[in-house]
T-cell receptor, first 112, second 116 residues
């Protein structure tokens, strides 16, 4: 089955620790995206990548970092600099020539 | 820049009643339009999209939407809802000219609550 996987589903961390969220796709999509979702705020773009070894900041990149070393993988690191990291994080991908994005199941991060 | 406004944050409705979820957008260039659905603690699933052609678009689960260019709207409708339609619905746009690099602009979502 083709799709996007995000792991883990739930993640708990102590304040001050960096944490990496995994996103893998086997759809052969070139573009990948990370969004943050908070209640009542919709989806906000953190980072996106159009091709391997290249990525751009979205609207709320501060306190986050990414890498795109492989086409299939786009991990997101939430650093200790992110002031309010508790949220639901969604990864998405888009195929070349296509306009819709396909989403993974999400990771709910709780930092205490 | 583009923006999307979903006019209702919550819509309660009884089972088997019709529903309309409203979406208006603002853009200086032509756009493609999408509706996504999100069930609790899950990712987003594409319901339908408007790229070109007929302004009435049919999607999955019996939903349809109508693109109205003059009113810059893309309202989502279903003639008879089921309990299983309870979810959050997101309207989104992207530029037709590729100027946004395929990035989607989302509305803040509408929570549909279907009551028995």
């Amino acid at each position: 089955d083709g799709g996007i996987t995000q792991s883990p589903k739930y993640l708990f961390r102590k304040e001050g620790q960096n944490v990496t969220l995994s996103c893998e796709q086997n759809l052969n999509h070139d573009a990948m995206y990370w969004y943050r979702q908070d209640p009542g705020q919709g989806l906000r773009l953190i980072y996106y990548s159009q091709i391997v070894n290249d990525f751009q900041k979205g609207d709320i990149a501060e306190g986050y970092s990414v890498s795109r070393e492989k086409k299939e993988s786009f991990p997101l690191t939430v650093t200790s600099a992110q002031k309010n990291p508790t949220a639901f994080y969604l990864c998405a991908s888009r195929g070349q020539g296509s306009y819709e994005q396909y989403f993974g199941p999400g990771t709910r991060l709780t930092v205490t | 820049a583009q923006s999307v406004t979903q006019l209702d944050s919550q819509v309660p409705v009884f089972e088997e009643a019709p529903v309309e979820l409203r979406c208006n957008y603002s853009s200086s260039v032509s756009v493609y339009l999408f509706w996504y659905v999100q069930y609790p603690n899950q990712g987003l699933q594409l319901l339908l999209k408007y790229l070109s052609g007929s302004t009435l678009v049919k999607g999955i689960n019996g939903f349809e939407a109508e693109f109205n260019k003059s009113q810059t709207s893309f309202h989502l409708r279903k003639p008879s809802v089921h309990i299983s339609d309870t979810a959050e619905y997101f309207c989104a746009v992207t530029r037709r000219d590729g100027g946004s690099q395929g990035n989607l602009i989302f509305g803040k979502g509408t929570k549909l609550s279907v009551k028995p």
